[in-house]
Nanobody
């Protein structure tokens, strides 16, 4: 059974930091492209960061320099270190796994940044 379980969300003040984790199971994690997405109320889900099976990251301009994606293929874990958080980073953050036409989603974890 495939599972992606996010954790680490919460309430933080503007300028603060949070570290999200995604625990994966039920599929060959080290062969999948992994990513974090987020969705704010009333907005479309947007890509936050991606990481290749070999660990190469990529970020959109909105988070580059503030967020860091990482993965541990030995432990089937993915992380998102979020620094200098802003109120506009408030959203539900989702873990995503993809290989070819196969994709999985986690249930999400809420991140709220107060001003």
């Amino acid at each position: 059974q495939v599972q992606l379980v996010e954790s680490g969300g919460g309430l933080v003040q503007s300028g603060g930091s949070l570290r999200l984790s995604c625990a994966a199971s039920g599929f060959p994690f080290n062969t999948y492209y992994m990513a974090w997405y987020r969705q704010a109320p009333g907005k479309q889900r947007e890509l936050v960061a991606t990481i290749t099976p070999g660990g190469w990251p990529n970020y959109p301009e909105s988070v580059r320099g503030r967020f860091t994606i990482d993965r541990d293929n030995d432990k089937n874990l993915m992380y998102l270190q979020m620094n200098r958080l802003k109120p506009e980073d408030t959203a539900v953050y989702y873990c995503h796994a993809n290989r070819g036409s196969v994709a999985y989603w986690g249930q999400g974890t809420q991140v709220t940044v107060s001003s």
